[in-house]
């Protein structure tokens, strides 16, 4: 069973959408009339240019409204979520003691040359993010932020040296595509290592999906707005079922 869906404006399905962007170009009214052309070349309809101004010299922004004819179907979408195994912080530390038996090393950085921690801190801190305490607070976790700037090389190298079994990789900044580059050098920097099998691999920034991170090579992606327990019952439930059949073969 299909469900086409439309954006929507002022009334339903009536395929309105707002874009913006920006042209190498002096603003004038003439760059007006050339970014709606634009919208129109884009296949949008009824192209309305709602601001134009400049924003450097020889750049300028624009925002358009517009309208599309084309709709998605919702229902043949699969886009499975990482967050599935829902538990507050004491129900993840009993079954981390129950099915891991002992404490997780997690470690956290932003890579690359990504200053911005606001991310990797809201899910390791003590403090954590929105009433949701972070992995620092968990009974069953050792968790080591190691900030901002981090080399995946460095990160693959820390990660050997003290035994950790969950690595969180975090960039904000997107640029020409740098996230891609290095989450994707870290992924291949712990298999050459020997070391991606053992390791719960997850990427973490406000682009990031869980989709996007399965084709990077990672156990699971957190976007934006994610809790700090969602991603301790992911590593914890993740962990315990790559070490069951250790245990078991024991």
């Given at each position: 069973m299909s469900k086409i869906v439309r954006p929507y404006g002022d009334t339903q399905d009536d395929g309105?959408?707002?874009?913006?962007?920006?042209?190498?170009?002096?603003?004038?009214?003439?760059?007006?009339?050339?970014?709606?052309?634009?919208?129109?070349?884009?296949?949008?309809?009824?192209v309305q240019v709602v601001d134009g101004r400049p924003i450097a010299t020889g750049f300028s922004f624009f925002v358009v409204y517009a309208s599309t004819r084309e709709g998605v179907d919702v229902e043949g979408i699969a886009a499975p979520s990482a967050g599935g195994h829902a538990m507050s912080m004491e129900e993840v530390d009993a079954y981390v003691a129950e099915h891991v038996g002992r404490k997780i090393r997690v470690?956290?950085?932003?890579i690359g040359t990504d200053a911005h921690t606001v991310g990797i801190d809201a899910i390791l801190n003590m403090k954590g993010y929105k009433g949701d305490y972070g992995l620092?607070?968990?009974?069953?976790?050792?968790?080591?932020?190691?900030?901002?700037?981090?080399?995946?090389?460095?990160?693959?190298?820390?990660?050997?040296e003290h035994g950790i079994?969950?690595?969180?990789?975090?960039?904000?900044?997107?640029?020409?595509?740098?996230?891609?580059?290095?989450?994707?050098?870290?992924?291949?920097?712990?298999?050459?290592?020997?070391?991606?099998?053992?390791?719960?691999?997850?990427?973490?920034?406000?682009?990031?999906?869980?989709r996007l991170a399965g084709e990077l090579g990672y156990d699971a992606g957190f976007g934006r707005g994610t809790l700090p327990s969602a991603v301790a019952a992911f590593i914890a439930v993740t962990l315990a079922e790559r070490l069951r059949p250790r245990v078991g073969a024991r």
């Open positions: 309105k959408i707002q874009l913006s962007f920006t042209l190498p170009v002096e603003w004038s009214e003439a760059a007006d009339e050339a970014a709606r052309q634009l919208a129109g070349k884009m296949g949008f309809n009824d470690a956290g950085a932003c620092e607070r968990y009974r069953m976790f050792e968790a080591f932020n190691l900030g901002s700037q981090v080399a995946p090389e460095e990160l693959v190298r820390y990660t050997k079994d969950a690595l969180l990789a975090s960039q904000v900044v997107t640029q020409k595509g740098s996230d891609i580059k290095n989450f994707t050098r870290l992924s291949e920097l712990l298999e050459a290592e020997g070391l991606r099998d053992r390791v719960v691999l997850i990427c973490g920034g406000p682009r990031v999906t869980n």
